[in-house]
């Protein structure tokens, strides 16, 4: 387990490594000089050549990212201020502390992308369960035929719907806010609710389909049957022998549904005004604001490979017959 664990956590360095690279290089395809957020309406070509110097744009673009994963690591002063490690810089936009930024920002994302993957596991697994149970039944059509329906949902399309319909029409929701848990639990449930359900959709849609597949798999396993010859109950089959094998190929998917979460999140925070990662990365790119952006594509990269790293290594505690070697 433990050179598992050290394997992939040098391949997400790696990983982790590439991603900066591209994102910073790309950045530099955009034609738009960052200078001039900083230098305001009365521009001269002397303030910029000295914001260029401050933000030490005058320096070739590999010295420029040099000198940027450096200063992650040992920290830098900048004009703006001190910067310690891990110092991801200053908004180009507002001079404002990039990782500070990140952390105000992430309670937001990680409330949002946490309740939809529980609301995903909870209603997609249960349908899919019960459809796989209830094969061939009017229950199993119906769960089907739903998650047909929905898995062509897209965010942007379901969520003005239904902020129409459950806020701004009949006012039977108030509209969908942010508010820490810590300050207050039922405000933070109610609040961010409408957006849990309309980000979990799709996903809704994806497992049913997949673990009704997967269970009616395992049901036909010879272990099972076995099982079932012995004069065991249907139900002990299923919840005992069944249940717990066709949760590995569901456990794989999770994983890389992750970061499809968090790519989800971008549009859901978009769409209900909440002040999260994913809505502060459009704003970055919209601004050319390198700095916050990098941080948040490295921030939220290191999160991602890290729930992948974990959901590998539960693979050994759901089935024995899985070797990390």
Same mark, same amino acid.
């Given at each position: 387990?433990?050179?598992?664990?050290?394997?992939?956590?040098?391949?997400?360095?790696?990983?982790?490594?590439?991603?900066?690279?591209?994102?910073?290089?790309?950045?530099?395809?955009?034609?738009?000089?960052?200078?001039?957020?900083?230098?305001?309406?009365?521009?001269?070509?002397?303030?910029?050549?000295?914001?260029?110097?401050?933000?030490?744009?005058?320096?070739?673009?590999?010295?420029?990212?040099?000198?940027?994963?450096?200063?992650?690591?040992?920290?830098?002063?900048?004009?703006?201020?001190?910067?310690?490690?891990?110092?991801?810089?200053?908004?180009?936009?507002?001079?404002?502390?990039?990782?500070?930024?990140?952390?105000?920002?992430?309670?937001?994302?990680?409330?949002?992308?946490?309740?939809?993957?529980?609301?995903?596991?909870?209603?997609?697994?249960?349908?899919?369960?019960?459809?796989?149970?209830?094969?061939?039944?009017?229950? #199993?059509? +119906?769960?089907?035929?739903?998650?047909?329906? =929905?898995?062509?949902?897209?965010?942007?399309?379901?969520?003005? @719907? $239904? !902020?129409?319909?459950?806020?701004?029409?009949?006012?039977?929701?108030?509209?969908?806010?942010?508010?820490?848990?810590?300050?207050?639990?039922?405000?933070?449930?109610?609040?961010?609710?409408?957006?849990?359900?309309?980000?979990?959709?799709?996903?809704?849609?994806?497992?049913?389909?997949?673990?009704?597949?997967?269970?009616?798999?395992?049901?036909?396993?010879?272990?099972?049957?076995?099982?079932?010859?012995?004069?065991?109950?249907?139900?002990?089959?299923?919840?005992?022998?069944?249940?717990?094998?066709?949760?590995?190929?569901?456990?794989?998917?999770?994983?890389?549904?992750?970061?499809?979460?968090?790519?989800?999140?971008?549009?859901?925070?978009?769409?209900?005004?909440?002040?999260?990662?994913?809505?502060?990365?459009? #704003?970055? +790119?919209?601004?050319?604001?390198?700095?916050? =952006?990098?941080?948040?594509?490295?921030?939220?990269?290191?999160? @991602? $490979? !890290?729930?992948?790293?974990?959901?590998?290594?539960?693979?050994?505690?759901?089935?024995?017959?899985?070797?990390?070697?």
């Amino acid at each position: 387990m433990l050179r598992f664990l050290v394997r992939r956590t040098l391949g997400a360095l790696v990983i982790l490594l590439f991603i900066s690279a591209f994102t910073f290089f790309l950045f530099f395809a955009v034609p738009h000089d960052p200078a001039l957020l900083s230098c305001g309406k009365n521009c001269t070509p002397q303030n910029i050549e000295l914001i260029h110097h401050n933000l030490g744009l005058d320096h070739p673009i590999p010295v420029q990212y040099w000198n940027y994963m450096v200063r992650i690591f040992t920290g830098h002063r900048f004009s703006a201020g001190n910067c310690p490690a891990p110092c991801l810089g200053y908004s180009f936009a507002n001079s404002e502390p990039v990782w500070p930024t990140l952390v105000n920002r992430l309670p937001t994302t990680i409330s949002l992308a946490a309740g939809g993957t529980v609301v995903f596991l909870i209603v997609g697994l249960g349908s899919g369960m019960l459809a796989a149970w209830k094969r061939g039944t009017f229950i #199993d059509k +119906v769960f089907s035929s739903a998650s047909l329906v =929905l898995s062509s949902m897209q965010i942007y399309f379901l969520g003005p @719907i $239904v !902020l129409a319909l459950l806020v701004y029409n009949n006012q039977i929701f108030d509209q969908p806010k942010y508010v820490p848990i810590t300050q207050n639990p039922v405000a933070w449930f109610s609040g961010l609710l409408i957006p849990w359900c309309v980000l979990s959709v799709i996903f809704t849609a994806n497992y049913t389909r997949m673990s009704r597949s997967t269970m009616i798999e395992q049901l036909q396993e010879e272990h099972v049957r076995t099982a079932r010859a012995k004069g065991m109950s249907s139900a002990y089959v299923f919840f005992r022998y069944a249940w717990r094998g066709s949760l590995i190929p569901i456990v794989t998917i999770l994983g890389i549904d992750l970061g499809a979460l968090f790519g989800g999140a971008i549009i859901t925070e978009y769409t209900f005004q909440l002040a999260g990662l994913g809505r502060l990365a459009v #704003d970055s +790119v919209s601004k050319t604001d390198l700095p916050m =952006l990098m941080g948040v594509m490295l921030f939220s990269a290191t999160l @991602i $490979v !890290l729930f992948n790293i974990i959901v590998d290594a539960v693979y050994a505690f759901i089935d024995p017959r899985v070797r990390l070697s």
